[in-house]
């Protein structure tokens, strides 16, 4: 079982050390143009920002090596009614990459992610309900979470999961939907990517 909603106290550190990471900010006012209603930036991003403040790293105007994609993720479900879901994706991320060109933006409608499994992967898995359920079934636990602004421009946090994982430090498998990402997909996710390189006090499990 993982864990529940993060506490008031984890919910703050995590919060306060984005607003200390520079570049984290500038990608979130970029992508709060978008006029989407329920979004965030996820995944690497805010793990990056939070594992380097932990390793002690001062954040600067722009992200470090460890940074691969700039996750921006939203939900409209009637672009999937419409079949323009993959035109309103691509048209987003030239927007957000002509706005702020040093990160690499990657722009995907969680309503639609069940339409890709079907189309690229032959895999059919049901559609998502809403953003936190689909940041809910992300790869590893530390990695459920994003941030976005709400419309008073203030800070908000998505993470349904919880945040023990991301603030101890510990890499798992997320175990909640393998139709999703099955265990061996983590396992090469893990090999892949030089993430105790960039922050050796990660703690990296295999999969059960």
Request: proline share 6%.
């Amino acid at each position: 079982m993982h864990d529940a909603a993060p506490g008031a106290a984890q919910a703050g550190q995590v919060l306060s050390l984005v607003r200390r990471t520079p570049w984290l900010m500038q990608a979130l006012a970029a992508a709060g143009q978008q006029g989407w209603s329920s979004w965030c930036i996820g995944a690497g991003a805010v793990r990056c920002a939070v594992w380097e403040a932990l390793h002690g790293r001062t954040a600067g105007v722009r992200p470090p090596s460890g940074l691969g994609d700039m996750d921006a993720v939203y939900f409209d479900a009637q672009e999937v009614a419409q079949g323009r879901w993959q035109s309103a994706q691509a048209s987003a991320r030239r927007q957000l990459q002509d706005s702020l060109p040093w990160a690499r933006w990657e722009v995907v409608n969680q309503a639609a992610v069940h339409c890709w499994y079907r189309g690229a992967a032959g895999q059919p898995v049901p559609p998502f309900a809403s953003l936190e359920q689909a940041v809910a079934s992300w790869p590893e636990v530390a990695t459920c979470v994003g941030v976005y602004l709400d419309a008073r421009n203030e800070l908000q946090l998505v993470a349904p999961l919880g945040l023990d994982d991301l603030l101890a430090l510990r890499v798992r498998y997320n175990a909640s939907q393998p139709e999703r990402v099955d265990a061996r997909t983590y396992a090469q996710r893990m090999q892949s990517k030089p993430w105790q390189r960039h922050w050796p006090l990660l703690q990296i499990e295999a999969a059960a």
